[in-house]
Nanobody, 125 residues
Framework: QVQLVESGGGLVQTGGSLRLSCAAA????????MGWFRQAPGKEREFVAA????????YYADSVKGRFTISRDNAKNTLYLQMNSLKPEDTAVYYC??????????????????WGQGTQVTVSS
């Protein structure tokens, strides 16, 4: 079992920045990849970014490419999402996810085994 706890969400103005963190506990040594998804009101949960175990491969949704950066500190069992140049359309609950499967599809929700409870990000215009 793996427990994921997100933090760092909040209210920010358009153009501002936030850094989300996701602390992992439990069988963290078995985690292969981690990712961030988000869900806006009335919309489905969508892929934001993902990173493999070593951090050598990262993936981003087109909507956040160039503005968001995913990273992980395996020594601290923590995943990060640095979000810059935020836009009102980035407003959503952001979820951290983890998978044990090295053959995962990084942008598919069903590929992830564990999920956090989410942290709210609100970008005001």
């Amino acid at each position: 079992q793996v427990q994921l706890v997100e933090s760092g969400g909040g209210l920010v103005q358009t153009g501002g920045s936030l850094r989300l963190s996701c602390a992992a506990a439990g069988r963290t040594f078995s985690i292969y990849a981690m990712g961030w998804f988000r869900q806006a009101p009335g919309k489905e949960r969508e892929f934001v970014a993902a990173i493999n175990k070593s951090g050598s491969r990262t993936y981003y949704a087109d909507s956040v490419k160039g503005r968001f950066t995913i990273s992980r500190d395996n020594a601290k069992n923590t995943l990060y999402l640095q979000m810059n140049s935020l836009k009102p359309e980035d407003t959503a609950v952001y979820y951290c996810a983890a998978t044990y499967d090295s053959g995962y599809n990084y942008n598919i929700r069903a590929s992830y085994d564990y999920w956090g409870q989410g942290t709210q990000v609100t970008v005001s215009s």
